[in-house]
């Protein structure tokens, strides 16, 4: 048996090809991490819940299934998933003291499509509570620590980003070899961009949201994270697909995106909005982006300036939406039928006393917004209006997809900050998602890709963005800029250090 | 026409209603989930995760209450939009998982239509319809299981509703009867709601405002959940006398929800205004807009039932009824269906007072329906041949009826083992004739000295000597004879 250590370093498509070839069996590969996650999860806090005997009778599994030659893209293969997919007879809490106690009686549609695959579930990711933050600080479960460190400052304790932080941190410190994420307004990119990982959101609709607890509907994406553009490609390639439970999934085949990581981008043109270049934005990170769209033309792509018009209405337009659809799809979360309940004299009283033990700061504030946007007299000023300006960010999309194949801009507008920071200002938050949440809103793939390091040695990310659909063009550009970066920066907290 | 009004202190008041039907759509699944629909089922034993709103459950829309939608719209001679959407509505209630109703806000799936309703001094009037969208039931909460505990079952949560809005074209009691009772027969002809408001499946929430002749309309006030056409009646003729004393008395009326006490025959405010709520309307992002495909709608549209209107038009014109038994009869499409049988081939005004009298007569006094009836329509068929082909006669024919009633056999089993069949044999006519005006020499010289009426006396006579197996019409030539 390969050491722990060696194991763990795996990608995912390393492991799939050892596996088939008896180099090591799925309980060598499954107790491997879960050794690394006894050692780190303490610290880390990526995971509410390990699920320590499930997983070992799913490597069992996975290695009778590898003895027959009976094997799928993932068998053996162990991942984390958020804590917001439903898990059959695992606790799925969405990091929120109202779902503590909920044990699921279902499957998610994305996690029963990767158990499908014979993929191993380790536990349940952190995460923001019901996945609103961008730092992971948000969880009743407790923070997540970065496994990244700053060069000169090893005492600051870092942001993982979030809301998909549990995800991200155990990714990147070897204790999955990848991750189901959501993304809703960057959820997967930010957290990915903070823990140097490839980060998927694909197209609204390819990935179905049947079980996965709702924060908001319209924009909620799940996707993965791994540490390599074919890895993520492996794993999108066994969540997608159609669902007939899911009323908006797509009814599409779902491609070789594995395949397509190897198309390169010759002949492709790239887009540059010029509206991404935020003032303030800092200097390192203007310098990666230059860097990306020079590693781009000299893979023979053509780089083209673009406009999206629009963008600088994207976070107000997210920030209404979003808590718009909060507001109404947490109602469910009222102590009558499952979950927390705090008794009251009355019903009404029952329901404050529940929402109120139940929910955190963050959650209340959003779903105080939401409610305020949809309620009589402001409706119209804000939902309304803001569903008429992402029409118009739709249309900006579109009208660029007609120029180019792919749009490269930065994931996000810093690089990993410590805990504590940025919490004095929900506003100061919410501006870490203004480059992502134009392609939720508009639904279309985007992936970031760990692209190079700031001066304190913290990876920042590079995103490609697509048209619907096209996740192959957003993989192959991906893969492209994996290949010229030759992102090779560990970080300092990971199994076997 | 008559016009109803209410006589106030101050003259004449015009009443005007509209009614909003909720009306359960007869599918098999709920409307957006897979769950059962059947009345009557152990407490939440028809529930899916989707009906009790667990983490992550998404609705999907079932296909066959859509096409029953389409279907109504269709039998109310409304606009089917081909384009619609679901919103949501937001409240908390203990039997309202989701914490939203899903419903269809500002783009229905039907827009406007009419009924015609027939009224009792035989003039018709046509009724607007404003709309009709589908919509989600609630779950039920029963607050008397338990001295401090509500309880909630969830087997209606998810059931699909149509909600039927009315214009407010209805002018009197009489109409907002009228109105449900078409409502509810063409319902029934399409199978689209079976309309039993006993077990809540058909609700009414009735909008009533009082006005002036020629005045706008004045605020109105809603009596929800009404659940019986009469107390519906009754309660636009209440509401509408509260209405009138307020503004009388110098009051204004306030547009609130009110409740009618069917026990007092009175309407009383339902809520307080703190529990007024703010619904938070929006599209449901869960749901795609429902686009629906012109050939589909056309294919329900050729498939439709004969609807009571066009039936009633055809039992005019093809068995020349009058238009109130060929109303009466079309009302219940079974009704319809078991009259064509009995008429089939027969004279139909003959079966349409058969069936219309005897026969509705039987099942009030038995208390069976038209699909319970002991008698069929073929043996009530049978019946009307026996006395064509003057096996029995119109008196015994009526026995028969009874003995059918009580037995379910045939009517032919019935005259042959009671010996019913008519005595056309004229010697024994003849005999008990002569017989009879050989009893009474008085009345035959009564008679002959220009008694005239006396004839009907020897004809009964004979008959019950007969033990009423008698021709009639040969008892009647035969008399003749023997008199003239």
């Known amino acids: 048996m390969a050491n722990s250590g060696s194991l763990t370093d795996l990608t995912i498509a390393e492991a799939r090809d050892g596996l088939r070839a008896g180099r090591f069996s799925a309980v060598d590969l499954t107790m491997a991490h879960l050794h690394a996650i006894e050692a780190l999860n303490p610290r880390l806090n990526a995971f509410i819940t390990v699920s320590h005997s499930k997983a070992l009778a799913q490597a069992q599994a996975a290695d009778a299934a590898l003895a027959k030659g009976d094997y799928g893209a993932l068998t053996g293969i162990p991942l984390a998933i958020k804590d917001l997919f439903c898990t059959a007879g695992i606790r799925t809490t969405a990091a929120s003291r109202i779902l503590e106690p909920f044990v699921p009686p279902y499957e998610s549609t994305v996690t029963a499509n990767l158990l499908r695959d014979g993929a191993v579930f380790l536990g349940k990711a952190n995460l923001d509570e019901f996945a609103m933050g961008s730092s992971n600080m948000t969880s009743a479960f407790g923070p997540v620590e970065n496994p990244w460190k700053r060069l000169q400052d090893q005492d600051a304790v870092l942001v993982p980003g979030g809301s998909s932080g549990g995800s991200a941190a155990a990714v990147a410190a070897r204790l999955a070899m990848g991750a189901t994420g959501t993304d809703t307004g960057g959820s997967i990119r930010q957290p990915a961009a903070f823990c140097g990982l490839v980060g998927v959101k694909p197209s609204y609709g390819r990935c179905s949201r049947w079980g996965v607890v709702a924060f908001a509907s319209s924009l909620d994406h799940p996707g993965p994270f791994a540490r390599t553009v074919q890895d993520s490609a492996i794993m999108l390639g066994s969540m997608a697909g159609f669902d007939p439970k899911d009323s908006t999934s797509a009814e599409r085949p779902v491609p070789d995106y594995e395949a397509a990581c190897k198309r390169g981008v010759k002949g492709l043109r790239i887009g540059v909005p010029r509206e991404y270049r935020a003032d303030g934005m800092p200097a390192e990170i203007e310098a990666l982006w230059q860097q990306g769209l020079t590693w781009l033309r000299e893979a023979g792509a053509e780089i083209v300036d673009v406009s999206l018009p629009h963008t600088k209405y994207g976070l107000a337009t997210y920030y209404i939406v979003a808590p718009a659809e909060a507001s109404s799809n947490l109602a469910r979360y009222d102590g009558v039928r499952f979950g927390l309940r705090k008794d009251g004299g009355e019903l009404a009283e029952m329901y404050g006393n529940t929402r109120a033990a139940g929910f955190g700061p963050e959650v209340r504030r959003r779903i105080m917004i939401g409610t305020y946007v949809l309620s009589a007299g402001y409706y119209d000023a804000y939902y309304l209006r803001a569903q008429k300006i992402r029409a118009l960010i739709l249309r900006d999309f579109n009208d660029v997809f007609a120029q180019v194949d792919a749009l490269l801009t930065p994931t996000a507008p810093n690089a990993a900050f410590a805990q504590g920071e940025n919490m004095d200002d929900p506003i100061k938050m919410y501006l870490n998602d203004v480059f992502t949440v134009g392609a939720n809103l508009a639904g279309v793939p985007a992936i970031s890709v760990p692209a190079g390091l700031d001066a304190n040695g913290l990876p920042l990310g590079l995103q490609i963005i697509g048209k619907a659909f096209d996740e192959e063009t957003v993989f192959a550009v991906s893969a492209a800029i994996e290949r010229a970066a030759g992102f090779t920066a560990l970080p300092q907290i990971r199994a076997g250090q | ?484």
Not at chain 2, 233 to 252: C, I, L
């Open chain 2, 1 to 484: 026409m008559t016009i109803y009004a209410i006589e106030g202190s101050t003259g004449p008041w015009e009443v005007v209603v509209g009614l909003e039907v909720h009306a359960q759509v007869i599918s098999n699944a709920k409307l957006f989930s897979g769950s059962a629909t059947t009345f009557g089922a152990e407490p939440n034993t028809q529930v899916s995760f989707v009906d009790a709103a667990f983490p992550g459950m998404l609705p999907v829309i079932n296909r066959e209450a859509v096409a029953q939608a389409v279907r109504t719209g269709l039998g109310l001679n409304a606009v089917i939009h081909k384009v619609s959407r679901f919103d949501r509505k937001n409240y908390f209630y203990a039997d309202l998982p989701q914490g939203y109703q899903i419903s269809q806000f500002e783009h229905p799936i039907v827009g406007t239509g009419v009924i015609e309703v027939e009224l009792s001094d035989g003039s018709t009037k046509s009724i607007g319809v404003t709309r009709l969208h589908l919509e989600q039931d609630a779950g039920k909460s029963l607050h008397d299981q338990h001295p401090t505990k509500t309880f909630i079952d969830l087997n209606r949560s998810g059931v699909a509703l149509m909600e039927i809005v009315s214009e407010p074209d209805i002018r009197s009691p009489e109409e907002a009867g009228a109105y449900l009772r078409k409502l509810r027969s063409i319902l029934r002809y399409l199978g689209t709601c079976d309309g039993n408001m006993e077990e809540g499946s058909m609700r009414a929430d009735v909008n009533v405002s009082v006005r002036k002749h020629g005045e706008p309309y004045r605020t109105r006030c809603e009596v929800k959940n009404v659940n019986s056409i009469r107390f519906v009646m009754q309660a636009v003729e209440a509401e509408a006398a509260r209405q009138v004393e307020v503004w009388e008395s110098g009051g204004t009326v306030v547009q609130e929800t009110r409740l009618f006490d069917s026990n007092r025959g009175i309407t009383r405010p339902m809520r307080s205004k703190e529990d007024a709520h703010d619904y938070r309307y929006f599209p449901d992002p869960d749901l795609l807009p429902l686009v629906l495909d012109e050939d589909w709608i056309a294919g329900l549209k050729a498939a439709l039932p004969e609807l009571p209107d066009a039936k009633q038009a055809r039992f005019r014109a093809e068995y020349g009824l009058t238009p109130y038994d060929a109303g009466v009869l079309v009302a219940e499409k079974a009704t319809a269906a078991f009259f064509e049988t009995v008429a089939r081939g027969r004279d139909a005004k003959i079966a349409a007072n058969w069936v219309t009298g005897d026969f509705f007569a039987a099942l009030n006094r038995t208390g069976a329906t038209i699909e319970t009836s002991p008698v069929s329509a073929d043996n009530l068929g049978a019946l009307l041949d026996l006395m064509a082909d003057k096996t029995i006669n119109g008196r015994i024919a009526k026995d028969v009826f009874e003995a059918m009633v009580e037995t379910g056999k045939t009517p032919a089993e019935i005259v042959e083992e009671r010996g019913l069949r008519q005595v056309t044999d004229t010697s024994a006519i003849d005999a008990a004739a002569a017989a009879i005006l050989a009893a009474n020499p008085d009345k035959v010289a009564d008679y002959r000295s220009g008694k005239d009426k006396l004839f009907g006396f020897f004809v009964g006579q004979t008959m019950k000597a007969m033990a009423g197996k008698g021709n009639p019409a040969l008892i009647n030539e035969t008399l003749k004879r023997l008199l003239g």
